[in-house]
C-alpha cells in the first residue's frame, strides 16, 4: 500500500479559485502518484493542467487541499520538496543571450549540483547538445530549446519531476524523439513523472495511469488502454480534448 509519506505526490482535495466569484480552475483534486511511476494529467484547453502544475511548484497558493511532494507539506516545507524536484515546459523562455551552458550553469548553481561542469557535460551528452553549449539560447530551434529545457530539468537529478506539454510546438518527428527520450529516462532513472497532456497518443506511449480533467474536474481515471476500451479514441478525444 502506498501511504503518503512513500509517494512522489500525494494531493488531497486540492482546488483553485483565481476570482471568488469565478468558477474554480481546478476542484477537489486528489491523487498518489507513487515513487519512480509515470501518471498523466490529460485535458484540453482550460482543463487546468498548468493550474495544477504551478500549486504543485509551490507557484501559486492552493485556495483548498493539501499537497504532499516526496514526503514533505508544501504549505509547510515547500524548499526541502522543490530541492528533489524539477520541472520543465516549453512556454517558460531560457534567458535569450545565455549560452546553453551558462543557462545550464545558472540552474546546476541554484540546486548546489556537486561539479557542475562534469553534470552538464553529462546531460549535453545525453540530449545531443555537446555542439550547442557555446550557442547563445535565443538563436536555437523549438526543437534544440526543448531539450536544453528537459536538460536543465534532471540538472539536479530530481526524484519528481514536472512535464507541461513537453512536446507542443515542435514538429512531429522532434516530438517523436523527445517521446522516445523520455521512455528511456522514465525506465532507466527512477524518477516519478507527471505529465500534463492534451495528446492522447502521448500518455498512452508514456503514462501507467491517466487522470482526465475538464473544467477542473478529473471526469475519469485509468490505464490510458482502460480509457481507450472505455470511450474509443475518437470519442475520447472528442469529449474530453475537445478534438473533432
Ligand atoms: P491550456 O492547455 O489551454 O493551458 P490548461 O489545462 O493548462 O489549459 P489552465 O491554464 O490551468 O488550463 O486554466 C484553467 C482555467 O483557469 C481556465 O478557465 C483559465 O481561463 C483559468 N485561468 C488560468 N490562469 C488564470 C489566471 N491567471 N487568472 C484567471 N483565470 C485563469
Same mark, same amino acid.
Given at each position: 500500500?502506498?501511504?503518503?509519506?512513500?509517494?512522489?505526490? =500525494?494531493?488531497?482535495?486540492?482546488?483553485?479559485?483565481?476570482?471568488?466569484?469565478?468558477? *474554480?480552475? +481546478?476542484?477537489?483534486? &486528489?491523487?498518489?502518484?507513487?515513487?519512480?511511476?509515470?501518471?498523466?494529467?490529460?485535458?484540453?484547453?482550460?482543463?487546468?493542467?498548468? /493550474? /495544477?502544475?504551478?500549486?504543485?511548484?509551490?507557484?501559486?497558493? #492552493? &485556495?483548498?487541499?493539501?499537497?504532499?511532494?516526496?514526503?514533505?507539506?508544501?504549505?509547510?516545507?515547500?524548499?526541502?520538496?522543490?530541492?528533489?524536484?524539477?520541472?520543465?515546459? *516549453?512556454? +517558460?523562455?531560457? *534567458?535569450? !543571450?545565455?549560452?546553453?551552458?551558462?543557462?545550464?550553469?545558472?540552474?546546476?548553481?541554484?540546486?548546489?549540483?556537486?561539479?557542475?561542469?562534469?553534470?552538464?557535460?553529462?546531460?549535453?551528452?545525453?540530449?545531443?547538445?555537446?555542439?550547442?553549449?557555446?550557442? *547563445? =539560447? %535565443?538563436?536555437?530551434?523549438?526543437?534544440?530549446?526543448? @531539450?536544453? =529545457?528537459?536538460?536543465?530539468?534532471?540538472?539536479? !537529478?530530481?526524484?519528481?519531476?514536472?512535464?507541461?506539454? #513537453?512536446?507542443?510546438?515542435?514538429?512531429?518527428?522532434?516530438?517523436?524523439?523527445? @517521446?522516445?527520450?523520455?521512455? !528511456?529516462?522514465?525506465?532507466?532513472? %527512477? $524518477?516519478?513523472?507527471?505529465?500534463?497532456?492534451?495528446?492522447?497518443?502521448?500518455?498512452? !506511449?508514456? $503514462? =501507467?495511469?491517466?487522470?482526465?480533467?475538464?473544467? %477542473? @474536474?478529473? +471526469?475519469? @481515471?485509468?490505464?490510458?488502454?482502460?480509457?481507450?476500451?472505455?470511450?474509443?479514441?475518437?470519442?475520447?478525444?472528442?469529449?474530453?480534448?475537445?478534438?473533432?
Amino acid at each position: 500500500m502506498i501511504t503518503d509519506d512513500n509517494a512522489a505526490l =500525494a494531493v488531497q482535495g486540492l482546488t483553485k479559485r483565481y476570482r471568488p466569484e469565478g468558477a *474554480p480552475a +481546478v476542484v477537489d483534486l &486528489s491523487f498518489t502518484l507513487p515513487r519512480g511511476a509515470t501518471w498523466g494529467l490529460l485535458g484540453g484547453n482550460g482543463a487546468g493542467k498548468t /493550474t /495544477t502544475i504551478a500549486m504543485l511548484l509551490g507557484l501559486l497558493v #492552493p &485556495s483548498g487541499g493539501r499537497i504532499l511532494a516526496l514526503g514533505h507539506d508544501m504549505a509547510v516545507d515547500r524548499f526541502a520538496a522543490l530541492a528533489r524536484m524539477n520541472f520543465s515546459s *516549453p512556454y +517558460v523562455a531560457l *534567458p535569450h !543571450r545565455l549560452s546553453v551552458a551558462e543557462n545550464l550553469m545558472v540552474y546546476a548553481h541554484l540546486y548546489g549540483v556537486p561539479k557542475p561542469r562534469q553534470r552538464i557535460e553529462e546531460l549535453a551528452e545525453q540530449l545531443q547538445l555537446t555542439d550547442l553549449l557555446k550557442r *547563445p =539560447a %535565443g538563436e536555437l530551434s523549438a526543437g534544440q530549446k526543448t @531539450r536544453v =529545457a528537459l536538460a536543465k530539468s534532471l540538472v539536479n !537529478r530530481p526524484d519528481l519531476l514536472l512535464l507541461d506539454e #513537453p512536446t507542443a510546438s515542435l514538429d512531429p518527428d522532434t516530438g517523436d524523439w523527445v @517521446r522516445s527520450w523520455l521512455e !528511456r529516462y522514465r525506465a532507466e532513472s %527512477g $524518477c516519478a513523472i507527471l505529465l500534463a497532456s492534451h495528446n492522447m497518443a502521448e500518455v498512452e !506511449r508514456l $503514462c =501507467a495511469e491517466v487522470l482526465v480533467l475538464r473544467a %477542473g @474536474r478529473v +471526469v475519469d @481515471r485509468g490505464s490510458p488502454s482502460a480509457l481507450l476500451e472505455r470511450y474509443g479514441r475518437d470519442d475520447l478525444e472528442e469529449v474530453f480534448l475537445d478534438i473533432a
